[in-house]
């Protein structure tokens, strides 16, 4: 894969805002995004030849669907630009970022803009959390439990423990770290949360079990929010690059992607990679494509990874999966430091879903984002000193819709 597509820029709301309370919903996540990313990219509106929006529950949680046409609404000089809404649960976003870069390497248009949003606050935590199931077979999971998504991935963890054996302390230490790290991230949703001394262990006051398998800890941050970022050809950043007075490397480039699907019933999923060497093969395998097309030779060639902790059990199974340990030994990794700051891969610096938020239609992009502020040096206390190249890595449900971007800093 060439070195074709360029970030130009992008804009990331605030996670810890409740938009209802200051009487503001998904249209004005979009509004401020939209203008906030062409900004920062120091581009003139009318240069945006292309729209995409990934949004996962905006019919349910707001009543509001048809959100590619949303963008001209906010901002009327985007007006006649084409524009298109992506679902594919929590990985909505990167969705809209694949068809994107595939309009720009196919030659249709030269820059794009691309936003992930997502409103939660807007509803009751119960009827939110209802609304996500839709992310699953609804009513086919064959999971008895009250809350679906901590109850899949719990069961998750215990099939690592069946297959391979799991001590909690490493999934403990996991939501620390994230927690940790999103107190350096100004636009975290947790970043000015205190914890009890005890909410790092298996404490059941403390730190309570939501469902087998999953504590309250373990859980990632559902929240309001969005991310929105300016893609291009290489040409076209080139050209703006003269134009604006910056160097081409100071812009990233996506080098590499990886995009695989699996079916939505996670006991399917673990029943069929029973006897294999991962729990999740179709994972692995959007992690090597990504390398491949990226030209790299795998993990040794990662300076970090934003990777989906919607749960700590998800970063755990990214751990292998990445390829830092052999398979069901994530917790080497834990333990040695390898996914800390000054470690050989550091992971969520931005503090991940756990610590930074998980406004699932909008987590995509800002994975992407984060990676390119990476690459760019403009990470700011997140920053992991020298990082020339980042990989993402966003699923959607259960390990559904998996997507990957390796991100490079423009003069790679």
């Not at 509001?64 to 929590?90: D, N, Y």
């Not at 938020?357 to 000193?385: K, S």
Request: charged share 20%; with cysteine.
């Amino acid at each position: 894969m060439s070195n074709s597509v360029y970030v130009l820029g992008g804009f990331q709301s605030d996670f810890a805002k409740v938009w209802s309370r200051s009487g503001q919903d998904i249209s004005d996540m979009i509004r401020e995004t939209t203008e906030g990313a062409i900004d920062a990219a120091s581009l003139d509106t009318e240069q945006v030849q292309s729209i995409h929006v990934g949004n996962a529950f905006g019919e349910l949680q707001r009543k509001q669907g048809h959100l590619g046409s949303m963008v001209s609404q906010m901002v009327p000089k985007l007006w006649g630009v084409p524009a298109m809404r992506h679902e594919g649960a929590c990985a909505s976003s990167s969705l809209a970022v694949l068809a994107a870069m595939a309009e720009i390497e196919a030659g249709r248009y030269e820059c794009a803009l691309v936003i992930g949003a997502e409103e939660f606050k807007n509803l009751p935590g119960d009827q939110a959390s209802i609304n996500q199931n839709s992310a699953s077979w609804y009513g086919h999971e064959d999971i008895d439990c009250k809350f679906m998504w901590p109850a899949a991935f719990g069961l998750i963890a215990q099939t690592y423990e069946e297959r391979y054996g799991l001590n909690r302390k490493h999934l403990n230490r996991i939501a620390e770290l994230n927690y940790g790290h999103a107190k350096n991230n100004p636009l975290a949703q947790t970043r000015s949360w205190k914890f009890d001394p005890l909410s790092f262990t298996d404490d059941d006051e403390i730190n309570p079990v939501i469902e087998p398998g999953t504590r309250r800890q373990d859980c990632g941050q559902i929240t309001d929010g969005a991310c929105a970022v300016i893609l291009s050809s290489a040409q076209f950043a080139a050209d703006h690059a003269k134009r604006t007075g910056r160097r081409l490397d100071q812009y990233a480039n996506i080098a590499g992607w990886g995009h695989r699907n699996a079916p939505l019933r996670l006991r399917d999923k673990l029943e069929r990679s029973r006897g294999q060497a991962f729990v999740f093969p179709h994972v692995r395998e959007v992690i090597e494509d990504a390398w491949r097309r990226a030209d790299i030779s795998g993990i040794d060639a990662i300076d970090g990874a934003e990777i989906h902790d919607c749960f700590t059990t998800t970063e755990y199974m990214a751990i292998d999966h990445l390829g830092l340990t052999p398979p069901g030994q994530s917790w080497k990794a834990v333990e040695d430091g390898a996914i800390e700051r000054g470690g050989r891969c550091p992971l969520n610096m931005s503090g991940g879903l756990i610590g930074c938020g998980h406004p699932v239609g909008a987590t995509g992009a800002r994975m992407l984002l984060d990676a390119c502020r990476q690459v760019t040096n403009q990470a700011g206390e997140c920053q992991i000193e020298g990082a020339r190249t980042i990989q993402t890595l966003n699923i959607g449900g259960s390990c559904s819709t998996v997507v990957s971007f390796v991100v490079q800093s423009g003069s790679n």
